[in-house]
Each structure stands twice: as C-alpha cells, then as structure tokens.
Antibody, heavy 113, light 107 residues
Framework: QVQLVESGGGVVQPARSLRLSCAAS????????MHWVRQAPGKGLEWVAG????????YYADSLKGRFTISRDNSKNTLYLEMNSLRGDDTAVYYC??????WGQGILVTVSS | DIQMTQSPSSLSASVGDRVTITCRAS??????LAWVQQKPGKAPKSLIY???SLQSGVPSKFSGSGSGTDFTLTISSLQPEDFATYYC?????????FGQGTKLEIK
C-alpha cells in the first residue's frame, strides 16, 4: 500500500532554516508529481509547493516569495522541502501528498524563539 | 490564481441525514476537483478525485458531481464517523488551491 512518511520537523528559531523529508513507498515514485501542503493551527489546508515527476519543474504558492524549495531524489524515493528565513506564520503541520490520492501523516514545524 | 469557495462553512445534521456541500471555482477547472475529509488531529483522507470518482476503499455513500466551475459532494445516511471537515481542492492548474472547508457537526 502507498505510504508517505514525513520527517525533519521540530522547533526552530525565526530566520533559521529547516529541511523536511518525505519517504515514499508502495508506488512508482519516479512516475508521479509530488506536493507539500500545510495546515496552520486551527486553520484550513494550504497548498505549498509541487514538483514534476522528473524534478525539472517546480511550483510554489505565491505567499512563499522564494523562501521554500521543493526537490526530490528519485533514486531514494524521497521528496524534500527546504525552508529558509522561517517566520512565526510558517508554524504548521506539513503534509507530503500525491495529489489527488494520498497523504502522509504530517509533521509539525514550530517557529519560535 | 483560482479561488475555491465552499458553502456552507459549517453544517449541522443528524445521524441518517443526507447532506450536500458545494464548491465553486473562480474559473473553469474541467473535472480536476478532489474532495478530502479531515478529522480532528488526523491527516486528510482523499475521498473523491476527478470530481466524481471514488478513491479505493471509500464507501459509496459519498458521491461527487460537477464540471467546469460548480461541484457538489453528497453524503448519504450520515453516520457518527462522517462528522468531520471537508475540503475541495482544484488540481487543474498551479498554484493548486483549496476551499476554506466545511465543518459537518452533529445536530
């Protein structure tokens, strides 16, 4: 069965960086676009970024203004999200997703001093 | 960007009821519309893709319809486990966008 397992979250100070990972299994990872979606406490779902199956094309939410970078390693079946210049409003649960079918369990990122 | 507007934002219903949630896109998205269910403290779960196709393992009490800009999710014979928040998501063009969610509560 499809599994998406996020890791790398935690508490980070404002202006610092953090990299999330998502280990995929149960499907041919290299054949599918992949995405990150986040959810701030008590708020709705927000699409963050997406990447083509081959990693060539990247897409981002306008609100991120170049601070986040999505990437993938198809040899490792792993998706990444590099987050820079983190702010308090980046505090959220981050989900890895194979739209429109599968979601990871989520990983909490807390930006706080 | 394509804006997704769900209505209502919240809905109270009783066990056994049938309910319908509406999602409207600010421009045409063909049938690239998904519905997801989320329970408190849990990850979202995909219910429907392609506006009307059920994900594997999702009971037939859930049904979706629509194309272009107007879509609906209907849940028949509500059971306690169906009370959750439901989101629509368009995946026709980037940036992908979600509706604001509909919280379905027990009356």
């Amino acid at each position: 069965q499809v599994q998406l397992v996020e890791s790398g979250g935690g508490v980070v100070q404002p202006a610092r960086s953090l990299r999330l990972s998502c280990a995929a299994s149960g499907f041919t990872f290299r054949s599918y676009p992949m995405h990150w979606v986040r959810q701030a406490p008590g708020k709705g779902l927000e699409w963050v970024a997406g990447i083509s199956y081959d990693g060539i094309n990247e897409y981002y939410a306008d609100s991120l203004k170049g601070r986040f970078t999505i990437s993938r390693d198809n040899s490792k079946n792993t998706l990444y999200l590099e987050m820079n210049s983190l702010r308090g409003d980046d505090t959220a649960v981050y989900y890895c997703a194979r739209v429109p079918s599968n979601w990871g369990q989520g990983i909490l990122v807390t930006v706080s001093s | 960007d394509i804006q997704m507007t769900q209505s209502p934002s919240s809905l109270s219903a009783s066990v056994g009821d049938r309910v319908t949630i509406t999602c409207r896109a600010s421009q045409g998205i063909s049938n690239y519309l998904a519905w997801v269910q989320q329970k408190p403290g849990k990850a979202p779960k995909s219910l429907i893709y392609g506006a009307s196709s059920l994900q594997s393992g999702v009971p037939s009490k859930f049904s979706g319809s629509g194309s272009g800009t107007d879509f609906t999710l209907t849940i028949s014979s509500l059971q306690p486990e169906d009370f959750a928040t439901y989101y629509c998501q368009q995946y026709n063009s980037y940036p992908y966008t979600f509706g604001q969610g509909t919280k379905l509560e027990i009356k």
